[in-house]
Nanobody, 120 residues
Framework: QVQLVESGGGLVQPGGSLRLSCAAS????????MGWYRQAPGKQRELVAV??????DYADSVKGRFTISRDGAKNAVYLQMNSLKPEDTALYYC???????????????WGPGTQVTVSA
């Protein structure tokens, strides 16, 4: 079993900053991709930032404001969010593509989500 657990969400004023963390635990052989998605009320889930072994991708709406990073030793991914805007308000989900043993396929896993609210 693999679990992803996010932390770091909360309420912040426009222009403020938050740092999200996510740690993967359980039967993990390798992690090829880790990242963050978000879903606002009434909208579809969208990619925020994702980091593979040799590439990083950001949504256009967060470029220059958000920074994704990973700690391979801890099976963790982080999202530093600066200059937050009300439109960044959403439930943020951690995402990972994980191989649980050397012979298994890669599977996609999701965390339960952490709420980020940007409001004055």
């Amino acid at each position: 079993q693999v679990q992803l657990v996010e932390s770091g969400g909360g309420l912040v004023q426009p222009g403020g900053s938050l740092r999200l963390s996510c740690a993967a635990s359980g039967s993990i052989f390798s992690i090829s991709v880790m990242g963050w998605y978000r879903q606002a009320p009434g909208k579809q889930r969208e990619l925020v930032a994702v980091m593979g072994s040799s590439s990083t991708d950001y949504a256009d709406s967060v470029k220059g404001r958000f920074t994704i990073s990973r700690d391979g030793a801890k099976n963790a991914v982080y999202l530093q969010m600066n200059s937050l805007k009300p439109e960044d308000t959403a439930l943020y989900y951690c995402h990972a593509i994980i191989q649980t043993d050397s012979r298994s396929a890669n599977y996609r896993y999701w965390g339960p989500g952490t709420q980020v609210t940007v409001s004055a």
